[in-house]
């Protein structure tokens, strides 16, 4: 917050340039203070419960501001400050040339700041104030560039379908208000187990009361983690800047609703119906936008369903109670997600703003920093052997077939296929990208130039965290018998199977490294056979002809499985139909204006009208009326 405040003041004094260079320089002091504090929590166990003073006094409503700085809050926390350290950096030389550098720093502050108040607050309404600031950020930084028309769409699309989850969560709050007396996250967890088999009359049935509130609060984590259903909001936020996508969503922001499970797991334990909706709804995340992201052409959205795949990954795993396997995963990906994200910016820098990759090639010696980064960011998506994405997406496949359920068994072969997928256009944007040959304007290649230090520095900021963070948070994070994660995650003693792992097949452990491979040897082997036939059929009068099925699933696949054209036919036009012939025509322009305000108005007007016109001004007449009226009123006394 003092970042976003004072920048403004800093760069009347001391210039636009010393300004942004002050404010990112800060972020590596934010940095430290933070391990230095997760290391004293790793090795002595040092949380920290601070109240700062009364927020809320209203009869038996009381908030205070409070922070927790447990082991969850401050990965979290540690996880940001880099993440957006590494962000600043970059967007100085990603932005120089725009003149709304110091606005576009500020909101990225603004946004760090309560991201902090989100990870680290001691009840379910500071919580909600973080998420409400993180969300109205979004919408300032994916409308941007204000002058364009698709910009300004995607932020108010995003803004609304965040409303529906929002919603959600808000009620859950009400409900946990009604019921524990508080918002308090040490109050509520510990009665948590007490409300295990109450349950409330909700139009005729028995509903356990954790398992409302649970599905209030998913809902609400639907929204921010793009979920099925809840996702169309994530793809067309891409057309914010290239910095914004690599810090809001794909590492801290879409990551809130994943955190709010992980925080809430006291209460989640006690909700199995909740945990199953969890569990289906993240494993048909994760296929879903695998699928979707093998026929898109943008490069961008790639990584952006990228990013929606390995959500669902977080959450399916949520619902089997592993939370502190979720956690893993949520940071590995934080590090490789922005790490790919800033990689993709950098090609559409050097290309002058193409995100077609259909229209890139070759691209290997004229940036070959931007390239490495970027095949070490695709290698750790695709779960390659001792990257920490392997670490992780592994450990969350083996641990959902060692359930021995249909759930289980269920998710870990969708996870599996998904992991394949993943492996596919994870090499088919490193085709195209980089090996396919030159298919762009002679124009781009001419302004093609490498990264400036800066952005170079980011870049390998965020390639330590994707090479590194598996490998050493692995025993802290999901070793068995650590303690790290202390009271701020609970896993039920019956839904804990954590040493189950050491004994499944090695051939099932093996399965997911074996579709990854497969991913990567089909995407190779069909783009270069695509290639060869494009080739062919330029060469001489040979039609490539695909079969109608193939075409079909393609054709699915690449409209994203009609999720927007149902929501805008049969559901937008549909609203806006009725509420026009309804609510307009009929109700406002029809009955309100008759017998409201306006018509009766109207009314008295003409009526007023009619008897001046008969008003001829002979002193009979008005007696007459005066006559007539006074015996009226004499009746009306009568009967009243």
Known sequence: MFNFIYIWFIEFVLG????????AHSYMVIIGLTTIKFLSICIYGDFEYLTLGSWISCDLFKVNWGFIFDSLSISMILMVSIVSGAVHYYAIGYMENSPNLVRFISYLSLFTFFMFILVSGDNFIQLFLGWEGIGLCSYLLISFWNTRVQANKSAIKALVLNRIGDFGFLCGTLVIFYFFRSVDFSIVFLLAPFFNNITFDFFGNNILVLNIICIFLFLGSMGKSAQIGLHTWLPDAMEGPTPVSALIHAATLVTAGVFLIIRCSPMFEFAPTTLFYILVIGGLTAFFAATVAITQDDIKK??????????????????LSAYNLSIFHLINHAFFKALLFLSAGSVIHAMSGEQDMRKFGKLTKLIPYTYSMMFLGFLVLAGFPFLSGFYSKDLI?????????INGIFTYWLGSVSAGLTAFYSFRVLYYTFWNDIAGFKYYYQNVHELPINMGFALALLSVGSLFSGYLLKDAFVGIGSSFWGNSIYISSSHDNALDLEFIPHLIKTVPLFFSFSGIFIALCLNNLIDLLKNSNKSSNFNIEHPQNLNLIYWFFNHKWYFDFIY???IGYTILF???NTFYKLIDKGL???FGVQGFSSIIYKVSVFFSKKQLGYIYHLSFLLVLS???LFCLTLIF
């Open 16 to 23: 636009k340039r010393i300004a942004v260079a002050l404010v």
């Open 568 to 570: 805008n036919y049969y």
């Open 302 to 319: 790639v990584i952006a369903y990228s990013t929606c795949s390995q959500l669902g990954y977080m959450v399916f795993i949520c619902g």
């Open 630 to 632: 006074l015996f009226f």
């Open 578 to 580: 009725h509420s026009y």
């Open 397 to 405: 496949l083996e641990l959902a077939f060692s359930r021995y359920s």
């Open 592 to 594: 309100i204006e008759i």
